[in-house]
């Protein structure tokens, strides 16, 4: 796909609105930079309505993600939904001589028009961006790796004998928390 198929340019937009839909298989080809590889396309679908001089995006956007375990370091897969709700607008205009222009609350929800147009790129990689885990986990009770000898604990039990305890932290245990 082209970058300017991405783009939705407010005199473009019927009265009615209009539905867009994208498939996307190489999203770096498509000017979308991702901090993670994905498995599959991106699906992106998209309802877009003009309300005045603005733009009101609202859908989804699907994905999956290829991930690293954070405990047993190893790879899976992680499905993404992510929803849209967004406005594009002119750029606010800087007051004359106001060189340090304050954006107010309803500006920074706001995202900009460039030449008339809503670049839809950047809202389907903040969607993939904010659905992923903060940390990632192949699975809720993923046992990790075995400190001795690295073997994931989801294999199976490695053989190791259990750790000894430190005689030292045992007073530890006998404290009690109120």
Not at 62 to 68: F, Y
Request: proline share 10%; hydrophobic share 40%; glycine share 8%.
């Amino acid at each position: 796909m082209e970058h300017h198929d991405f783009v939705v340019f407010l005199n473009k937009v019927p009265p009615e609105g209009l539905e867009s839909s994208f498939e996307i298989a190489n999203p770096a080809g498509a000017g979308i930079e991702l901090a993670v590889p994905l498995e599959g396309p991106i699906v992106a679908d998209f309802e877009i309505e003009r309300l005045g001089n603005e733009l009101q995006v609202t859908g989804t956007v699907r994905a999956t993600a290829r991930l690293q375990c954070s405990r047993c370091l190893a790879p899976y897969t992680h499905d993404i939904a992510g929803s849209v709700d967004a406005t594009f607008a002119p750029p606010a205009k800087l007051v004359e001589g106001d060189h340090q222009h304050e954006l107010s609350p309803d500006e920074l929800e706001v995202e900009p028009l460039v030449q008339g147009g809503a670049d839809l790129r950047g809202i389907i990689a903040e969607q993939i961006h904010l659905n992923l885990p903060l940390k990632p986990l192949c699975r809720e009770d993923c046992p990790g790796i075995c400190p001795h000898c690295g073997r994931p604990g989801a294999d199976g039990a490695c053989g190791c004998a259990p750790a000894a305890v430190d005689s030292r932290w045992e007073t530890l245990k006998k404290l009690k928390v109120p």
